[in-house]
């Protein structure tokens, strides 16, 4: 499978712990973004990186959120102390070097963060 | 400000018939892109279609049309002839500059067999 992988599917952690999702781009993309999705809403924008660089970072993306691009390839975000409010869909997206700027990007089947 | 808007929360129809799902958006910029995408009940996004805002021609792709009317600022979205497998989630989304796309709250659509 040649998508954008997102591990874990789901994850329920109790309030206050940390939390850590990865994702794997399609592998000749240098473009990756971080979404996050409430239940009947769309997807919000929370960061995005080309290659390792984080070149934008959205209000939403709070203190206890961070993200991640070690070696330009695939991303982590952490969530530190977590609340019930961050329970969501967060989806992972890519798109190739070189397509025009917001061209379309290709999602990851997201994870699923249940806090409890 | 930048917004998407999909007014239609839920759309239900029987199959064949054919269905529009309507989308408005706002923004100053004068070049922006418009996107259309499906989320199936598995979960991950599945582009449909990008349009930029010099390009006002309709496009169709089979079962799938698009009106793009700069003067409403609306690009809609219509299935012809509706199947079962096209129940799902579709969102329009507006990207104007950086990297950032704004999605609309989406419209559910049922398709009954």
């Known amino acids: 499978d040649t998508g954008v992988s997102q591990n874990p599917r789901h994850k329920i952690t109790k309030r206050g712990q940390n939390v850590t999702f990865r994702c794997d781009p399609i592998s000749e993309h240098n473009r990756l973004y971080w979404y996050r999705q409430t239940l009947g809403q769309g997807p919000e924008f929370l960061t995005y990186?080309?290659?390792?660089?984080?070149?934008?970072k959205s209000r939403l993306l709070s203190d206890r959120f961070s993200a991640e691009r070690p070696k330009g390839s695939f991303s982590t975000l952490e969530i530190q102390r977590t609340e019930q409010g961050d329970s969501a869909m967060y989806l992972c997206?890519?798109?190739?070097?070189?397509?025009?700027?917001?061209?379309?990007?290709?999602f990851g089947q997201g994870t699923r963060l249940t806090v409890v | 400000a930048q917004k998407v808007t999909q007014a239609q929360t839920e759309i239900s129809v029987v199959e064949k018939e054919d269905v529009t799902l309507d989308c408005v958006y706002e923004t100053r910029d004068t070049t922006y892109y418009l996107f259309w995408y499906k989320q199936p009940p598995s979960g991950e996004l599945v582009f449909l279609i990008r349009?930029?805002?010099?390009?006002?021609q309709n496009e169709i792709s089979g079962r799938y049309s698009w009106n793009f009317q700069k003067s409403t600022s609306s690009f809609n979205f219509t299935i012809t002839a509706s199947q079962v497998v096209d129940s799902a989630v579709y969102f329009c989304a507006l990207a104007t500059g950086g990297f950032k796309t704004i999605f609309g709250a989406g419209t559910r659509l049922f398709v009954k067999a």
């Open positions: 990186f080309q290659n390792e660089a984080q070149l934008e």
């Open positions: 349009r930029n805002s010099f390009d006002e």
């Open positions: 997206a890519s798109s190739p070097a070189g397509a025009p700027m917001n061209t379309e990007a290709f």
